[in-house]
């Protein structure tokens, strides 16, 4: 690894913990953040979020190498970690570093949007046929029990078998559309409540419009599992691109995803496990992560949880 | 019974509430829950109309129902000259703003996710009433005239205490500056003292701005201090109308007698045979035949008219209806 790549991981490293320290230092500000950082595991989960954003957004200077790039492919395939190739290099002669850095461009990118789509469809439907009932509700429910009830790899087989090589757009987009049935299960229960509470009939007393009512009354009361559910999807996303890359109808290579970068190191688990090792652990730290940042943006966004914590807080 | 022309007119008013069928739909269809059947009164401008009877006997479903928050099954509701039945979206929105609710539950009434600020804010938003410091200032007006701290505006509901909660139901009521106010319950859920100071304001803002009110309530105690008349409810029928001082001193069915044996009396001495009713109220969907009351009526009179003819809503003295066969001859 040469100089300029150990500066720009360092202050990766910096960075991220800079954010967290900023994040800290100004958690006192709004009950809010007050409440975040109550759980502790949410400060690493910070820190390990920022740093792989971070990674992924300065790939090049990070990198010592291109994704890939083949160095020589006879004396440097699967060489052991070294203070050159500090995760070792693959059967192609890549250094792993350096296709871990631009895979988390990929990787995190598509668990980001393949769960936006996801949560949008999926709260937008929960809460229309939470709040508009009668046929509606039937009809979108049903839907979602067909959506449940078919295998998301077959669909993604399918959808080879159309476009031969998927697009990587098509590819997050696929995985967002079908992703969005347990939200919208989880979200159509928290409106089936919610629109008989007193407040929903005063704004609708106001003269408030379904649309209003929805957005401003019912939706951000269900931010809370709404958000949990994203976090941890980001986390479902990037194992479920991981298995389909596996299986050779993902990312397509030599594009780096952490995903075809353990198929790719699977065949010589043995004697180069650094191949797999690496981007597996990196899943795991992300997915951990996403589910810590989860949980404690649970507490945060849900201003009745400040009264609970200040009396179980103390006892925990 | 009222000189001047009614605010509020609620007319021959019915909502059932279908039960659905057993077996998954495929059985015979249930009996409808009748919470509200044939209900008439009028409301005059500045006057407080009480609405009393127990749990369950269709009270606040007639309050949401008037303002359209329920769709009713037939019957007419004027009010301030619109015809709230038959008034199409933009044009409801518009009575909106003329007629509103303040709910019983400080709790639910309030979104847990806005501000007193943003709660005080959405009506003006909705109806284009006020922008910028404009709508600053008529936020912190309406907060000084419900008694809250200005300082108040930024907090949410879970730090205020349900008095403080139900002025700001009030104030969002008020912010639109309506006529007529459905209060439903608006004081049932505070404790006594807290109960009194939310009685006074509203009389207050009903002096201030010659309100009409429409108070539900389960006991006669609370009604007494502000209505000016008072309607006496039981299974969604009504089965006693009249000015609120002649109720209080001759109530003509046996049933509101009941319930004023029921007020308790400050006075640990006072000597009072209290008549308690026997059994539930019986299910709306299966009321009873004839007077609905008379399976739990104490009257002593009762016979077997009462258990199959219904006894129809009229008037005993000038301004006082009950529907009692024996309203001449009421007990006590």
């Known amino acids: 690894m040469n100089l300029r790549a150990t500066l720009a991981l360092l202050g990766a490293l910096a960075l991220a913990l800079f954010v967290v320290g900023e994040a800290r230092r100004h958690a006192a500000a709004t009950p809010a953040r007050r409440r975040f950082f109550r759980h502790r595991p949410a400060a690493w989960g910070l820190f390990v979020l920022s740093f792989f954003v971070t990674l992924a957004i ?28 500090p995760l070792g290099t693959d059967l192609y002669s890549r250094d792993v570093w350096s296709r871990l850095v631009y895979g988390s461009r990929v990787s995190l990118s598509i668990g980001a949007l393949a769960m936006l789509v996801a949560v949008t469809v999926g709260a937008v439907v929960g809460a229309v046929a939470g709040y508009v ?16 009830a078919v295998p998301r790899i077959f669909l993604m087989l399918m959808a080879i078998a159309l476009w031969q090589r998927l697009p990587l757009a098509l590819f997050v987009l696929l995985i967002g559309l079908t992703g969005w049935f347990g939200t919208s ?4 229960a928290e409106v089936l409540t919610l629109r008989e509470r007193d407040f929903v009939a005063a704004a609708r007393g106001l003269g408030a419009g379904p649309a209003r009512i929805i957005l401003r009354h019912v939706l951000p009361n ?33 594009l780096p995803s952490w995903g075809n970068m353990i198929a790719d190191g699977a065949a010589q688990l043995a004697t180069a496990p650094w191949t797999t090792l690496f981007p597996g652990l990196a899943i795991a730290l992300v997915v951990m992560a996403l589910n810590a940042v989860g949980d404690a943006l649970r507490d945060a966004l849900d201003p009745r949880r400040e009264a609970e914590w200040d009396t179980d807080g103390a006892t925990l | 019974m009222i000189a001047l022309a009614p605010l509020v007119s609620v007319q021959d008013l019915v909502k059932h509430f ?28 500045g006057q407080t109309l009480g609405l009393v009877g127990e749990s369950g006997c269709g009270k606040t479903t007639l309050g949401r129902t008037i303002l359209r928050l329920i769709e009713p099954d037939a019957g007419r509701v004027i009010v301030d000259g619109a015809d ?24 639910g009434s309030l979104n847990p996710r806005m501000s007193v600020r943003q709660t005080l804010a959405e009506p003006l938003v909705i109806h284009r009433l006020a922008n910028g410091t404009e709508r600053e200032q008529r936020i912190f007006a309406l907060l000084d005239e419900v008694g809250l701290d200005r300082r108040l505006a930024g907090s949410y509901p879970h730090e205020l205490s349900g ?24 004081v049932s859920a505070l404790d006594v003292s807290v109960q009194a100071q939310v009685l006074n304001l509203l009389a207050d803002l009903q002096q201030r701005r010659r309100l009409t009110y429409l108070f539900i309530a389960h006991d006669l105690a609370v009604v007494r201090q502000i209505a000016d008349h008072v309607t006496v409810m039981y299974l969604g029928k009504i089965v006693e109308l009249a000015p609120a ?21 400050p006075d640990p001495n006072a000597q009072r045979q209290r008549l308690v009713l026997a059994g539930d109220v019986p299910s709306p969907a299966h009321p009873p035949s004839g007077c609905a009351f008379h399976p739990r009526c104490p009257h002593p009179k009762k016979n077997e008219r009462c258990r199959t003819e219904e006894p129809a809503l009229r008037e005993i003295a000038p301004g006082q209806l009950a529907a009692c066969h024996f309203a001449e001859e009421p007990m006590q």
């Open chain 1, 58 to 85: 300065a790939a090049p200077w990070v990198a010592p190498y291109g994704p890939s790039v083949t160095l020589e492919i006879v004396t440097l395939k699967n060489q052991p970690p070294s203070l050159l190739h």
């Open chain 1, 222 to 254: 269900v931010a809370a599992p709404i958000i949990v559910s994203a976090a941890l999807g980001i986390g479902n996303v990037m194992l479920l691109e991981a298995g389909l890359s596996f299986l050779g109808i993902g990312v397509p290579p030599p």
């Open chain 2, 18 to 45: 279908p039960a659905g069928r057993a077996l998954w739909g495929l059985g015979r269809p249930r009996p409808a829950v009748r919470a509200v059947s044939h209900v008439s009164f009028d409301i005059a401008p």
């Open chain 2, 245 to 265: 001082a002649e109720l209080y001193r001759g109530p003509r069915h046996p049933y509101t007698t009941s319930l004023l044996s029921a007020v308790p009396v």
């Open chain 1, 185 to 188: 299960r989880l979200v159509r």
């Open chain 2, 163 to 186: 008095g403080q909660r139900q002025r700001v139901g009030i104030a969002r009521a008020l912010s639109v500056e309506p006529k007529f106010l459905v209060l439903d319950e608006a």
């Open chain 1, 133 to 148: 009932r009668r046929w509606v509700d039937t009809a979108l429910m049903r839907l979602v029990d067909v959506g449940l």
């Open chain 2, 84 to 107: 709230v039945f038959a008034l199409k979206p933009p044009e409801l929105r518009a009575l909106r703003r003329r007629m509103q609710v303040v709910f019983q539950d400080p709790y």
